[in-house]
């Protein structure tokens, strides 16, 4: 039984290779050409490789696959591009608490105190403000709580 199964697997083999084989390519003395799987002995031959076309059936699965294997790019993209803003939103939105509360401290600050100094450049390092000044200190920090504490949001957002 075994010998059988041997002998079935073997030929099997040898009919794989037959038809995957070389094939060689040779002219006769009329000028003929002639294509064979076994070289003839006498005359001088070409060995070719056969290029086998994938079968119409192999050719839709592949561009299937491309097909799947590129719309799965554009929706990885897509999740990316979406996750980039997203993160660039909630950064934003950071900042603009972080500046929000700044501006509001600041604005505190500005309207308890009546005397009130500022970094500057000058030899002393601040400078006081005199009410004039302090008004309109008070009028940009208002605008600036307003800016940060209640961005108008875009279209489409």
């Known amino acids: 039984m075994r010998n059988k199964i041997v ?8 009919l794989i ?18 294509y064979e799987q076994e070289p003839p002995m006498d005359v001088d031959s070409t060995k070719i490789n056969p290029k086998v076309a994938p079968s119409s059936s192999a050719q839709q699965e592949r561009s299937n696959v491309e097909i799947l294997i590129n719309e799965q790019k554009k929706v990885y993209e897509k999740e990316l591009a979406d996750k980039k803003k997203a993160d660039s939103q909630a950064d934003e939105a950071k900042l ?6 700044r501006a509001k401290i600041y604005l505190q600050n500005l309207e308890s105190k009546v005397r009130i100094r500022i ?33 108008i949001k875009p279209a489409g957002s």
């Open 17 to 34: 290779s037959s038809v995957h084989g070389a094939v060689y390519q040779w002219q006769d003395a009329n000028g003929q050409i002639h």
């Open 7 to 14: 002998k079935v697997l073997l030929s099997f083999g040898l």
């Open 96 to 101: 603009l608490a972080i500046n929000c509360e």
């Open 119 to 151: 970094l500057d450049n000058s030899p002393e390092g601040t400078t006081r403000l005199d009410p004039s000044e302090r008004d309109l200190e008070i009028k940009k920090t208002k605008e600036a709580v307003e800016k940060y504490c209640n961005p």
